[in-house]
Nanobody, 121 residues
């Protein structure tokens, strides 16, 4: 059974930083594409960043050089460092996992429960 457990969310003021972490279990960690999506109130879920094993990271339109995704292989974890946060980064952030290949616009099949990020001005 695949489990994705997010941590590290919370509230921060604009300009601040947060590091989200997602612990993955029940999957072949080294083969899966791991990533982060987010959903703001009243909006569709969108890609933040995703990272295939041994491949190049793909970032969504919200990045603008502010986010960095990385894998911590020893801990079967994927992290998202978010800097220079803005109020429009507020939303629920979801960890996502899927099998290759990487297909544009198609997330993986597995989702975490989501974690709230709130950025105040």
């Amino acid at each position: 059974q695949v489990q994705l457990v997010e941590s590290g969310g919370g509230s921060v003021q604009a300009g601040g930083s947060l590091r989200l972490s997602c612990a993955a279990s029940g999957l072949a960690y080294y083969t899966y594409i791991l990533g982060w999506y987010r959903q703001a109130p009243g909006k569709e879920r969108e890609l933040v960043a995703r990272l295939p094993r041994g491949g190049q990271a793909e970032y969504g339109d919200s990045d603008q050089g502010r986010f960095t995704i990385s894998r911590v292989n020893i801990a079967n974890t994927v992290e998202l460092l978010m800097t220079n946060l803005r109020p429009d980064d507020t939303g629920v952030y979801f960890c996502n996992a899927g099998t290759p290949p990487l297909v544009a616009g198609r997330p993986g099949d597995y989702w975490g429960q989501g974690i709230q990020v709130t950025v105040s001005s």
